[in-house]
């Protein structure tokens, strides 16, 4: 589509830097998730995955795909809501992955733990529970006190 959609003094979009930077940064993220996909096969293939690691997989290529897809949006101006091109759609659906697959921050709580050995999932519990304070009923608006 950029190298398609023709703007300004006749040029395709393509030949902005900033729609080249966009490009340029989705396929780098693009990459480096195929990368990180890969060496979790490795892992899984030599008996060494941890499910910490197929958490910082998923966290990190959902997210790519979610900032991919904004960006791809972004690039097809107005044209990326309509029908006509898929980007929207993707981008919805990719927003429900980012929600459903344990969550972003979910999967950040997961790898957390395997960094510091802390499980910080539930809130710390405490050995005494503080005294319940007795509040004043409050005063209703048609009372005579």
């Not at 997210?63 to 097809?76: Q, T």
């Not at 790898?111 to 499980?119: F, H, N, Q, V, Y």
Request: proline share 5%.
């Amino acid at each position: 589509y950029s190298k398609q959609r023709i703007q300004f003094s006749g040029q395709p979009i393509a030949s902005h830097q900033l729609v080249q930077e966009k490009l340029a940064w989705m396929i780098t993220e693009i990459s480096k998730g195929q990368l990180l996909s890969i060496q979790l096969g490795r892992l899984k293939e030599s008996g060494r995955l941890k499910h910490w690691h197929v958490s910082m997989g998923k966290r990190n290529n959902v997210w790519v795909a979610r900032e991919c897809a904004k960006l791809a949006r972004e690039i097809l101006g107005a044209n990326g809501i309509v029908d006509d091109y898929p980007v929207i759609r993707h981008m919805l659906n990719i927003e429900s992955v980012y929600t459903y697959e344990g969550t972003h921050d979910i999967h950040g709580l997961i790898i957390g733990e395997a960094l510091t050995g802390i499980p910080a999932y539930n809130p710390p519990q405490r050995d005494v529970k503080p005294q319940r304070q007795q509040q004043a009923e409050p005063v209703g608006a048609g009372s005579i006190d």
